[in-house]
T-cell receptor, first 114, second 111 residues
Framework: GAGVSQSPSNKVTEKGKDVELRCDPI?????LYWYRQSLGQGLEFLIYFQGNSAPDKSGLPSDRFSAERTGGSVSTLTIQRTQQEDSAVYLC????????????FGPGTRLLVL | EDQVTQSPEALRLQEGESSSLNCSYTVSGLRGLFWYRQDPGKGPEFLFT???AGEEKEKERLKATLTKKESFLHITAPKPEDSATYLC????????????FGKGTLLTVNP
């Protein structure tokens, strides 16, 4: 596609449920990134993929968070046993490669945990 | 640890009233400074990348400049459609993929 796409655009869930967020990067981009944007806070780095591997998972806030990428394209961020503090906008970005190329962002998934 | 501070937090201008937004940074080996624009309910939209002190880039009414400690986003004769949150981010030699973002400046341009 022309840009990074994410789904769903909005997700409301109950505390304790699992959620899956999906990201489709720009075609041909090998690097993919997940960030979280909480109200009044800057974007917070979560995880980075080069191809299908994730060299750095240090930004994931807890072991309830996991992510995978298959076929060097689509990525899924999974949050298990959601908590209210997980409510935020989850943004995905992609770049041509890992060398600090400009990152292009998707529209985000707005997650609300009740 | 890389740090980015943006000021002011919010700026209200009249249409045509030029001004500047500031982005101060501390980083271990700057690999790039990035400006993004974010509209409500949308993802950040890329504006500029600056790589070295003295570099300048322009796009329509926006001009970004870079020194060794800060970057400025100059807005000349703004229009209401320039209203948005402007985000600054740095990439550093300590991490050749992760961007560190400031909290942004919310710009409102009144007609």
């Amino acid at each position: 596609g022309a840009g990074v796409s994410q789904s769903p655009s909005n997700k409301v869930t109950e505390k304790g449920k699992d959620v899956e967020l999906r990201c489709d990067p720009i075609s041909g981009h090998t690097a993919l990134y997940w960030y979280r944007q909480s109200l009044g806070q800057g974007l917070e780095f979560l995880i980075y993929f080069q191809g299908n591997s994730a060299p750095d998972k240090s930004g994931l806030p807890s072991d309830r968070f996991s992510a995978e990428r298959t076929g060097g394209s689509v990525s899924t961020l999974t949050i298990q046993r959601t908590q209210q503090e997980d409510s935020a906008v989850y943004l995905c970005a992609s770049s041509r490669d890992r060398s600090q190329e400009t990152q292009y962002f998707g529209p985000g998934t707005r997650l609300l945990v009740l | 640890e890389d740090q980015v501070t943006q000021s002011p937090e919010a700026l209200r201008l009249q249409e045509g009233e030029s001004s500047s937004l500031n982005c101060s940074y501390t980083v271990s080996g700057l690999r790039g400074l990035f400006w993004y624009r974010q509209d409500p309910g949308k993802g950040p939209e890329f504006l500029f990348t600056l790589y070295s002190a003295g570099e300048e880039k322009e796009k329509e009414r926006l001009k970004a400049t870079l020194t060794k400690k800060e970057s400025f986003l100059h807005i000349t004769a703004p229009k209401p459609e320039d209203s948005a949150t402007y985000l600054c981010a740095v990439g550093s030699g300590g991490s050749n993929y992760k961007l560190t973002f400031g909290k942004g400046t919310l710009l409102t341009v009144n007609p």
